[in-house]
């Protein structure tokens, strides 16, 4: 079940994952225990701003000032996808 | 050509513990000429340059290996994600601290059962309270440090998976991984002696299903059941060389780790480069895509998605390692299964038989 994460929520990566760069590849990667996600561009962007002390609110606005168009929802149904696979925790609100 | 994200590196056959279950080769006293530290930095080199992303530190007991703290530190230097697989007995204070330093990602820690008695039993030597006191001492020096819990189930302990959870939870684990046992090495010796019922499975099972439900938030719960009673194989490594490599502690690379038993052609890091072996060894290419498939994998629709299942399975139960695992319910030779199972569910006493402990032969101790 995804859930909604609130405006106010500070996401940050799960303890267990670490953001890397795969130089063989060349692309963003999710490192976690038993698993690699392969993450694109503007996903790694994302994940580099939830830090825990940015709110969702926040992250969102930072994207605008990156990017052209900045859909709410994608952004949380991205972060709501890596917290059902654990990547992602949602922090304190 | 896929690239591997994944190595196993086997740091060492050395155990204090005589697991019945292990998946390590019989022919332990083998494997004595062990890759040194610089040897194995080479490896990881080589491994980073193939497009590995994910070093599994494991054995035997990769702790018997003094250097294991150096070996991480040039991981990390290298950006692999690091990921140790331990009995933990070996995991002083001063140890975990030098790991932690090192920057070690992951600790998964082995325990035989949720008691000490069965625990120690299973594992052939007093080993229960050090494992608690070491899973007790990596959340204490960091709260933070990721810790799983792994525990082999067959059936001596698996009707115990409760406990096993509310041990898990009590210890701060932010994983566990409870999974039925796979039968190759000593575990096939021991096979008819470790093969759960069908009504011991369910009641895990359900178990399962309610834990996960409670502690959805709190600790992530793998459950693995035994391929023997399932309708479809196991999709082994992901397709024979395509996403994992195993590297043995004397150096032979192996599509998975127990593809030593297949009689395939040798290939090792001290002759070859590891790029070589993935993209040109006959033993990396033997069973990749499914050119090789006989029937019914060669029309089935999931012949990408469990790749005909184990070939080492396949070899085991029917001495060819290119037929169609006999686990899947489609194989022309999954009456041999069968038969396993009927025959563990025919006498539902457990420790009917007695397992034969994992022992180093050819050694003096």
Redesign the interface.
Known sequence: MIMAIPSTNRPRLARQARLNWDPVREQHVLLAPEGVTVLNQTGATILGLCDGERTFAEVVEELRGKYDRVADEEVRDFLARLAAKRLVELGDE | MS?P??MLAELTYDCPLHCPYCSNPLNLADYNDELTTEEWQRVMVEA????V??LHLSGGEPLQRRDLAEIVGSARDL?L?T?LITSALALTPRRAEELKDAGL??V?ISIQADEPTLSDRIAGTPSYERKVEAARMVKELDR???L?LNVVLHRHNIDRVGQMLDLAEELGA??IELANTQYYGWAWRNRSALLPTREQLDRSEKIVRAARERMREKM?I?YVIPDYYSKYPKPCMGGWGSQQLTVTPTGGVLPCPAAHTLGLPRASVRERSLAWIWDESPIFNRFRGTEWMPDPCKSCDRREIDFGGCRCQAFQLTGDASRTDPACHLSPDHEIVEEAVRAANEDARPGKEDLIPRVKAGRRA
Do not use: A, F, K, M
């Open positions: 690239r994200y994944g980073r340059d193939l497009g992303l994910q950006g994600y990921n990602d992951h998964q933070d440090w990721p799983t932010d994983r992530e793998i």
